[in-house]
């Protein structure tokens, strides 16, 4: 098996694509991608530092790519953003914390599952957030990356039952440095349009990142913000991202609430 040569038919357009582009292609291109040519040559750059961050992964024995044939068929995960050639017979390889084109296809997802709510008038959406950064060379010997994804996974979850959203939905991401760890809870909650943070939010430093009233172009906007991809886990040392994949592992980091489970206006 060699890598695929993707052969783009047709760009994709539409709100859930554009909330995707801009939350994960424009960070790691570093800059807004609008024209079909430019987000080919955005998905050209992409396929390229994915699979050589790929390579990387499996010469350091990452266990996800640790053998020949899962290399290779992770190389070939099929690219997001566009419809390629063979489209339906293409795999992907649900490495969802890493893979531009997995991560995006969970944006995308997000938007969808949120939007049923556009065009409502009871509601505005949300986007809120708390970041810890951790300097390795400050963390004592026991306090290790999982427990905190563990803490803030918990502290994600206890903040969105008690804001009580109409819908919600939480995130908890670990963008890699070579000296640290950024660590964010990012929240998206769909509430009253009269909504405003309550006092007891700053004692757990959640701040409001983004909010708007409930249009498709609202929605994109704070889909982006909550889900922008970690550009280090392209950028930083090949190590740095192996110890945060690890930790990661199993570990459930996603949740949404509300919009699943209740009816609209129900
Ligand atoms: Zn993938």
């Given at each position: 098996m060699a890598d695929s040569a993707f052969v783009i038919r047709v760009i994709k357009h539409g709100w859930p694509?554009?909330?995707?582009?801009?939350?994960?292609?424009?960070?790691?291109?570093?800059?807004?991608?609008?024209?079909?040519?430019?987000a080919r040559q955005a998905i050209e750059t992409i396929t390229r530092l994915w699979r050589l961050r790929l390579r990387q992964l499996h010469d350091a024995n990452y266990c996800q790519v640790s053998t020949l044939q899962r290399l290779q068929y992770c190389r070939n995960c099929v690219p997001a953003f566009a419809i390629v050639e063979n489209q339906a017979g293409?795999?992907?390889?649900?490495?969802?914390?890493?893979?531009p084109w997995c991560y995006a296809r969970k944006v995308h997802n997000l938007y969808k599952a949120m939007e049923s709510y556009v065009g409502s008038d009871d509601i505005k959406f949300v986007a809120l957030t708390t970041t810890l950064v951790v300097y390795k060379r400050e963390v004592p010997g026991q306090l290790l990356l999982r427990p905190l994804l563990t803490y803030y996974s918990r502290l994600a979850s206890k903040v969105l039952k008690k804001l009580e959203p109409a819908g919600g939905a939480y995130t908890v991401v670990v963008d890699p440095r070579d000296d640290r760890w950024i660590i964010s809870d990012r929240l998206l909650v769909l509430v009253d349009p009269a909504w405003s943070a309550p006092d007891w939010l700053t004692q757990y430093q959640m701040d409001v990142l983004d909010s708007g009233e409930s249009t498709k172009q609202a929605l994109a906007k704070t889909v982006r913000k909550v889900c922008r991809y970690p550009i280090g886990m392209l950028t930083a040392s090949t190590d740095a991202v192996v110890e945060v994949l690890n930790a990661q592992r199993n570990k459930k980091l996603r949740a949404i609430v509300g919009c699943l489970r209740k009816t609209r206006r129900g």
């Open positions: 694509a554009l909330a995707a582009r801009m939350a994960v292609m424009w960070p790691i291109v570093k800059k807004k991608v609008l024209s079909d040519t430019s293409r795999r992907t390889c649900r490495l969802r914390t890493i893979c």
